[in-house]
């Protein structure tokens, strides 16, 4: 029941201190007794809130209904006393602050109440001690319960931290200063197959080390410690059932407050598969290198084994190829990884076997043309065969066949002595590198074929470059003879025109020089004589002399040959020149790029074609201007005469004229071309001469 409040003589007492507000739980039979408990805690400076209880069903109610700071109870009471009041009180769970104030309580009373869990007893004869003790129980519950408090978030810490641990997929090891390990934890544990108290205060060299790379670890442990690689440190490990895994390992050091390494974390990582599709992918680069650089299977069949040996960790490759001729597969190439007798013995006598489709797991993958993996030829009948092989302690066997495009080539078979079990990277791998062996294999046999029918073409072509050699030659012949005739024609051509020219000089114009001397005696003779045939004899002598004039003209043409004697575009303008003064027409010469020196063969030949063609333009074309251009470009050399008058016969056609064959000739003879083609859709001819000039002119 709730005990009555009577003046606050503590709060006037103590004048103007605070009071402190205090739930206290009275187990007290006596109200007046418990008026006075309240007064005591009044005197000693707290507010209290009391609530007093004389029987077992309240005082649960009570602890029930509310928190209490505190329970002050009696010792004997008529229906409860102060040990089944305590009792109630732990059964509770709560840390409440139990004290016993009693009047009737002696030594040994007090004590057996002290270790039932009491935590203080006061004689009611002195009250002054309640105030004391409860505040001093007060303080020591609150470092009870911060105590509890700081052990429960340790506890939630460690779960916490026990919890990442657990869940983390990296192993994680602590080593001491002197290099002891002094924590794993569990994921570290299911990696290298030893439990905790197994791993636990070890030193090295550790268990899980290989044995014969314990040296080389060894020599880098501390190496390691005192200067870890920011990119961590990749080692192999062995696990208890001696199966080799790689592992990632980063090392981080531990410090205490002052900064000072107090010890080192490993966290260890397996990478035993990204290990293998490294070291696996690498492989199958390995060979394709081999098969790029090499000519024959033969040459590269090692090769291949090794690399296979070393990349899936087999002890003996063994490559087979099929014997057309005889219907089996016979032994080309083996290889050992780790030489041992026994080993040696086997593939010794495995060397000279032969298999026929479906006999051994050669032929197995021959008649099926699928891989064979056996995980335990132990297990697997039919193997006696291959007893040597079981001596030595081989276990495993992969065979796997070498195919390309529907055809078959041999097997390549594979012993381990550890017990592997199928893995479906690895097949991939395999089919993978036969199918590209016996691509290789197709590609050189299409090469050797396309070799065979290159030494036949280059026989036939051989055979044919002799004969073609010898109809050259005699096509050169003919076109020596032809350059020859050409030339003596042209030399013929030449001496007629001289000839010619001379007969004109020489005799044709003596006689018209008599006959105009006639004639001008005869118009003399007439005029004196005032006949009327004086005018008509004047018009015959002037028509002797305009015969005179044009024959000394004609024969200065044909002879004129000094052209030779000096550089072609100056051979050319004096042509030009010529031209203007006798026939009164526009002439033009332009010379364009740079024109080197000629031989005087080749300016005779020029300046003979454009003689020619100017002597054309003007006689048979009607011409009133003509162009004559040189150009050197290049290698070559252009010579064109253009005109404005009547367009020249076509080389090809039945009506060109000596002249133009002449010219053609010409160009021939200086290995060039000539062409002739209007100029115009309306009139003109332009005859274009292209012959090439010597190297380094």
């Not at 990296?170 to 934890?185: A, E, H, M």
């Amino acid at each position: 029941m709730r005990m009555p409040q009577p003046p606050d003589r503590s709060a006037l007492a103590m004048g103007s201190e605070a009071l402190r507000y205090l739930r206290v739980l009275v187990v007290e039979d006596s109200e007046n007794d418990a008026l006075l408990l309240r007064l005591a805690l009044e005197r000693a400076g707290f507010q209290p809130d009391c609530l007093r209880v004389d029987t077992e069903t309240d005082l649960r109610a009570a602890l029930e209904s509310r928190p209490w700071d505190v329970v002050v109870s009696d010792y004997i009471m008529p229906e409860l006393s102060g040990l089944v009041a305590l009792s109630i009180v732990k059964e509770t769970g709560q840390d409440l602050p139990f004290i016993i104030v009693s009047g009737h309580i002696n030594e040994d009373t007090a004590v057996a109440a002290m270790k039932a869990g009491a935590h203080d007893y006061v004689m009611k004869d002195n009250l002054a001690r309640l105030g004391p003790a409860i505040r001093r129980e007060l303080a020591e519950a609150s470092m009870r319960a911060e105590s509890r408090s700081a052990a429960e978030r340790l506890d939630r810490e460690h779960s916490f931290r026990q919890a990442i641990e657990d869940s983390v997929p990296s192993g994680i090891v602590v080593i001491g200063l002197d290099g002891q390990q002094t924590y794993v934890n569990p994921a570290f544990c299911r990696l290298v197959g030893w439990n905790e108290d197994e791993l636990v205060g070890a030193r090295p060299p550790f268990v899980y080390w290989p044995q014969d790379q314990v040296e080389s670890i060894t020599q880098g442990f501390w190496r390691t410690l005192e200067y870890p690689p920011s990119g961590g440190v990749e080692l192999t490990f062995q696990r208890r059932s001696a199966e080799r895994i790689h592992v990632l390992m980063f090392v981080t050091a531990l410090r205490d407050t002052q900064g000072k390494v107090t010890g080192w974390v490993w966290s260890v990582s397996d990478i035993t598969e990204r290990k293998r599709a490294d070291i696996r992918l690498a492989a199958e680069h390995a060979i394709t290198r081999i098969l790029a650089n090499t000519s024959s299977l033969e040459a590269a069949a090692s090769g291949i084994l090794e690399a296979l040996l070393d990349a899936l960790e087999m002890d003996i490759a063994t490559l087979w190829l099929i014997d057309d001729s005889q219907g089996v597969l016979r032994h080309l190439n083996s290889r050992l990884r780790l030489a041992s007798r026994p080993l040696q013995a086997f593939m010794q006598e495995n060397c000279q076997q032969a298999f026929e489709p479906g006999v051994g797991s050669p032929g197995k993958v021959w008649q099926a043309r699928q891989p064979v993996w056996i995980t335990d030829v132990l297990a697997e009948p039919g193997y006696e065969c291959r007893k040597p092989g079981l001596q030595a302690g081989l276990r495993s066997l992969v065979a796997f066949p070498i195919q390309s495009a529907g055809n078959l080539f041999g097997v390549i078979e594979l012993f381990s002595g550890r017990i592997l079990e199928p893995e479906q990277s690895m097949q991939n791998m395999l089919s993978a590198i036969g199918s590209e062996i016996g691509q290789f294999i197709l590609r050189r046999a299409a090469e050797d074929a396309l070799r065979h029918a290159n030494d036949e073409l280059e026989l036939r072509v051989q055979q044919r470059t002799a004969e073609l050699k010898s109809a050259n030659t005699k096509l050169h012949a003919a076109i020596a003879e032809r350059k020859r005739l050409e030339q003596e024609l042209l030399e013929i051509a030449e001496k007629e025109r001289r000839r010619i020219a001379l007969d004109l000089h020489d005799d044709l114009g003596q006689k018209l020089s008599g006959l105009a001397l006639m004639t001008k005696g005869l118009e003399l003779k007439l005029s004196r004589s005032q006949s009327p045939l004086a005018e008509e004899a004047a018009r015959i002598q002037s028509l002797v002399q305009e015969t005179m004039s044009h024959t000394s003209d004609l024969a200065h043409e044909l002879a004129n040959l000094a052209a030779v004697e000096k550089p072609l575009p100056t051979a050319l303008e004096e042509l030009c020149a010529y031209a203007r003064q006798i026939f009164q027409i526009a002439v033009q010469l332009d010379v364009r790029e740079n024109v080197p020196l000629l031989e005087a063969h080749t300016v005779q030949q020029l300046y003979m074609i454009a003689q020619e063609g100017l002597t054309n333009a003007i006689k048979h074309g009607k011409a009133t201007r003509v162009n004559i251009t040189l150009i050197g470009k290049g290698d070559s050399l252009l010579l064109t005469v253009q005109n404005d008058g009547r367009p020249f016969p076509d080389l090809e056609g039945h009506t060109t004229g000596m002249g133009l064959k002449i010219m053609n000739y010409r160009a021939s003879l200086l290995g060039g071309s000539l062409t002739v083609a209007p100029a115009s859709t309306h009139s003109g001819t332009i005859l274009k001469c292209s012959v090439p000039l010597p190297k380094g002119s």
